[in-house]
Structure formats: structure tokens, C-alpha cells
């Protein structure tokens, strides 16, 4: 059985993106992955910096998060779109988890062998596609496999309803995107 851990770059409460991600987890829950749905706000860690990785080493949760990656086979992520990038809540998640812990640690090692579908939602009319972009890259640079397909939801105050997407043609493709991960990691054992 697959593993997949789902969560998003927002700590926003009632996340467009949380909410994005957990109906991504659907799909591939529906298809009998094991997915573990969390969000990052429970997770609080300090900006990543070299000085205090050295006096203080890894943050507990920044290690607790680092360990759910290696738990699992692949990624289901959303991301806010924020000026145009990543939100920062996301990117000094995976710094800490790409920093090792022992001198024989591979380098990323929380992201070798690891495949991930992306999607965001926003208020503007884009729907956060040009953070993607960004984000595609990073994972790419760290080792993971990123899917080609991706979603994106514009307008999203009101694209959501009660956990739904209101539009059943941008659900059903966003439940595809777990499922298409779910897919592939059970083709790939």
C-alpha cells in the first residue's frame, strides 16, 4: 500500500489550499492509499538558519516533519501563491527537512525517491499557477519527482463550498490528481 503525506504551504485557518489538498487525498484514499493529512501550522519552526541548527540543532517539530517524508512514498502539496512564489511557511518547512542529522546521512535524504503532484488556489484569476512554477523547480532541485499534471483554482472565495469545490468538472480533476499518484506508486512496488 502506498503512502502519501497531503498537506499545504498555508496556515491560514479554513485554508483555500488545505482544503484543496484534503479533497487531492480523497482521490487517493478512495483508491486505497494509506494518506496522512496534516497542516503545517501544527508544525511551528523557527526561520531556518545555520547558527541555530548549530547551537540548538534540529527543532523537534522541524525533525517530527522531516520524518513524516520519510515515512512516505509521495507528496500530494498546495500552495498559496505569495508575490508570485511559494509561501515562506513552505519553503523553511523543506529547508529543515533537507538539512541531515548524522555525518552519514545522504544529503535529502527526506526527498530521494519521492514523487509529488502540486495544485494551488487563490483569490486572483490566475488560481496561484506562477507559484507553481517555483515551486515545480525547488522540488525538482531536491530530488523529487513532480508529476506534469497540476491544478489550479482561481477566484477561490468562492470556488468552495463545505469542502467541495463548487465546480464538479475542477473537483473531480482535483480528486484525479490524488488518484494519479496513487496510481503511479502502486505501479512503481
Not at 513552505?90 to 514523487?115: G, H, M, V
Not at 469542502?163 to 506508486?185: C, Q, T
Amino acid at each position: 500500500m502506498s503512502k502519501i503525506l497531503a498537506f499545504s504551504g498555508s496556515s491560514r485557518k479554513a485554508s483555500f489550499n488545505q482544503q484543496l489538498v484534503s479533497i487531492a487525498a480523497r482521490g487517493a484514499q478512495a483508491l486505497g492509499s494509506d494518506v496522512t493529512i496534516i497542516n503545517l501550522s501544527d508544525y511551528p519552526m523557527p526561520i531556518f538558519c545555520q547558527d541555530y541548527e548549530a547551537e540548538h540543532g534540529m527543532p523537534e517539530f522541524a525533525s517530527k516533519f522531516k520524518q513524516l517524508l520519510l515515512d512516505h512514498d509521495g507528496l500530494l502539496l498546495a500552495s498559496p501563491e505569495y508575490n508570485s512564489s511559494y509561501s515562506a511557511l513552505l519553503k523553511n518547512a523543506l529547508d529543515w527537512a533537507s538539512r541531515a542529522t548524522t555525518p552519514d546521512e545522504i544529503p535529502l535524504s527526506a526527498f530521494k525517491d519521492k514523487y509529488s503532484t502540486i495544485m494551488s488556489a487563490s483569490p486572483g484569476g490566475l488560481g496561484g499557477i506562477r507559484g507553481l512554477i517555483n515551486l515545480r523547480m525547488l522540488l525538482a532541485n531536491m530530488g523529487v519527482t513532480v508529476l506534469p499534471e497540476q491544478v489550479t483554482i482561481g477566484r477561490a472565495f468562492s470556488a468552495f463550498a463545505q469542502g467541495k469545490l463548487v465546480d464538479e468538472f475542477k473537483h473531480h480533476e482535483v480528486r484525479e490528481l490524488g488518484a494519479s499518484l496513487h496510481l503511479l506508486l502502486e505501479r512503481l512496488k
